[in-house]
């Protein structure tokens, strides 16, 4: 899937240019649009409007001396990011109340790091979800508008009860900003309710108050919140805690998801593949779903390493990994050791899934691999079982033995069920 982010640059310095494109040049998901004056930022939006993300501009242009740019792209909704060369409190304030993401002193090239890293951070808010619980309107609506500003997807809650309910509808909810003083279910209650099912490395907590007590913030803490935010907050503080936890919750979540990996192919682990695979087989059996088991083994391949080494034979499993990926993905895929790979399609009948596998083999087949000068074909041999077995073990290794029976018949065949019976 293509990250690329299309970015309105609007800078009038040619050494504030040079030092942008270089650190632009870095970043392979960024791709930026210059422009020098506020007549030129209007004409690259008429011709690349539809395609940009976000706006990064010079608040003092020679024909905009007076920020009118800024004006200009938030018109055009674009999430502006004002670069500036000084920095003065009461004309940020009117910029954050404009509607602006961030402003940005031209420091060095650190703030223009930060400036870019920025972009992308806006472009990964669009998947977070955020749940917002204050009985009070008026900043209920404040936080929902700071949260889409940096294109989180803001929901709303009344109370506590409501922030339940909410939470029932969306699972995928990341993080929850709760006020402390509400009716119904305060906020203490709120998270000591969610901690009974959320963990802080599954949903992020943090917690708001107008009230004057020092302890507050323990207490919350104490009773499972993530952080906390004193009440009247400036838009730095509220916008650098949110991005401080989203980041640490990402973080852990992507030291999750290496521990499930293979490290050749990128692929689901066994490990992975058994924790979901018997949540999916206790469903088949309690519901009477079907289940497809498949094996499935490269033909040939100790040929591969000896003829080619291997080096080629990893090169060629990274690529069959990746078809393997782009044609099952959708399913529970793994690979199992050496050149084996499991995989469970939930929903389908045996002879769906053989169907499935089947047309995979086909397109490997006819899908050449290329390792270093070396040019060649990959086919693979699969059992496919839909009998459950006394547990997905044993449902493996049925398939298993189909595969043995697919090996031994010629290999390049896919056996089911059908073929046994």
């Keep these: 899937m293509s990250h690329i982010k299309k970015v309105l640059v609007v800078e009038d310095s040619h050494i504030v240019t040079k030092v942008l494109r270089h650190v632009i040049k870095t970043d392979p998901g960024i791709e930026a649009v210059y422009a020098a004056s506020f007549a030129e930022a209007r004409e690259r939006y008429q011709q690349h409007g539809e395609t940009l993300f976000a706006a990064l501009v010079d608040l003092n242009l020679p024909d905009a001396p007076d ?84 294109k989180y997807q803001a929901l709303a809650a009344v109370d506590g009860v409501d922030a339940v309910r909410v939470l029932l509808k969306n699972p995928d909810v990341k993080l929850l900003i709760t006020d402390y003083q509400m009716p ?24 708001l108050s107008a009230e004057g007590q020092g302890s507050l913030s323990a207490k919350f803490i104490k009773n499972g ?50 924790d979901r695979g018997e949540e999916l087989y206790r469903h088949a059996r309690e519901s009477g779903s079907p289940l497809a088991a498949v094996v499935l083994d490269v033909d040939y391949f100790k040929q591969i390493n ?32 050496g050149q084996e790979f499991f995989v469970l399609l939930p929903g389908l009948n045996n002879e769906q899934a053989i169907s499935v596998i089947d047309k995979v083999r086909t397109i490997s087949t006819a899908t050449p691999i290329q390792a270093g000068d070396h040019r060649f074909s990959l086919t693979f041999s699969a059992g496919v079982t839909n009998q459950l077995c006394d547990d997905l073990d044993a449902q493996l290794n049925l398939a298993n033995t189909y595969l043995l029976r697919a090996k031994d018949a010629g290999r390049e065949l896919v056996i089911g069920d059908e073929e046994e019976e």
């Design 67 to 150: 920020g009118e740019v800024v004006d200009y792209t938030l018109s055009k909704n674009l999430p502006t990011i004002v670069l500036t060369g000084s920095f003065d409190e009461e004309r940020r304030e009117k910029l954050l109340s404009k509607g602006i993401v961030d402003y940005v002193s031209k420091e060095g090239r650190f703030s223009y790091s930060y400036a870019i890293n920025l972009v992308n951070r806006l472009y990964k808010n669009q998947d977070i979800k955020v749940l917002v619980v204050d009985d009070s309107e008026t900043s209920r609506n404040l936080i929902c508008d700071m949260l889409e500003r940096h």
């Design 184 to 207: 119904n279910m305060d906020g203490f209650e709120l998270v000591q309710n969610i901690r009974v099912k959320y963990e802080k490395s599954d949903l992020v907590i943090i917690g």
């Design 225 to 274: 919140a993530n952080d906390f935010l004193p009440k009247p907050f400036n838009h730095e503080e509220f916008y650098c805690r949110v991005m401080h936890n989203v980041e640490s919750l990402e973080l852990i979540e992507q030291i999750r998801d290496s521990i499930n990996r293979d490290n050749l192919t990128g692929l689901f682990n066994r490990r992975y593949f058994f």
């Design 306 to 337: 000896d003829r080619y080494g291997h080096e080629v034979g990893d090169a060629a499993l990274q690529q069959f990994a990746t078809l393997l990926d782009d044609t099952l993905g959708r399913f529970v895929l793994a690979r199992a050791s």
